[in-house]
């Protein structure tokens, strides 16, 4: 069992690190058992492992495909032509990060889809990646057809994409994939529009932890952009 005193320690430790972005916060009371998994998932991240996959990306990867043929730069490791997969708590945290960040602003129709997909932890794992893959498949289709590649919306989105280093490895997207509290906030989210989502965990202090990373050790830092 874990003590409210343990809890306490934790969260001390966690944001005790933090730089001056942070002053004032109130911490989040996280779950320290979720908050450890979370730590220990982004440390086991291997790229043989087999639970990663293609085609489970978001969507200003899909963006990207159909103007490229090719994922981001970040799915490529130097001098090595195959992009990384992803595994499926990634996909749920990276998709949750595109639409909170901004990059869906202009397409609230597809954000609401995809924020409630990435939160329905109803869904396994196969059952997930098959609804992801027809989201994405009708996202595409519209942007072949509506002109985004033509009117420059594609570099709005590209220059809210490479703000962070890891769309996929931020503190609050994350924790909304481990911790039933934060997922609680996140579903709170889903009948709002894209302005009140981000008023929402601004007034629960929240944001700082959006462009921060998940730290291998007890104390987070800001991911650099790209």
Not at 87 to 107: A, C, F, K, T, Y
Not at 126 to 140: A, D, F, S, T
Not at 199 to 221: N, R, W, Y
């Amino acid at each position: 069992m874990i003590t409210d005193i343990k809890k306490k320690k934790l969260l001390d430790s966690t944001f005790s690190g933090a730089t001056g972005h942070l002053q004032g916060f109130v911490p989040f009371e996280i779950d320290a058992a979720a908050f450890e998994r979370m730590k220990t998932f982004k440390s086991t991240g291997k790229k043989d492992d087999p639970a990663r996959t293609q085609g489970i990306h978001g969507p200003y990867e899909e963006l990207m495909l159909r103007r490229t043929g090719k994922l981001p730069p970040g799915y490529y490791s130097e001098k090595d032509p195959q992009p990384w997969g992803m595994r499926p708590q990634e996909s749920r945290s990276n998709i949750l990060w595109q639409v909170l960040s901004g990059i869906m602003d202009r397409h609230p129709e597809f954000a609401t889809n995809y924020l409630a997909l990435a939160l329905d932890s109803g869904l396994g794992n196969k059952e997930y990646k098959k609804e992801l893959k027809k989201l994405n498949g009708n996202w595409g289709d519209y942007l072949d057809n509506a002109g985004v590649f033509r009117d420059h919306v594609h570099s709005a989105m590209k220059h809210t994409y490479d703000r962070v280093a890891c769309p996929a490895c931020t503190m609050l997207t994350s924790l909304a994939c481990e911790d039933k509290g934060m997922r609680a906030v996140f579903q709170e989210l889903l009948p709002l529009n894209m302005a009140d989502r981000r008023k929402l965990l601004v007034e629960k202090g929240l944001m700082p932890l959006l462009d921060m990373a998940v730290p291998v050790d007890d104390k987070p830092k800001f991911i650099p952009g790209r």
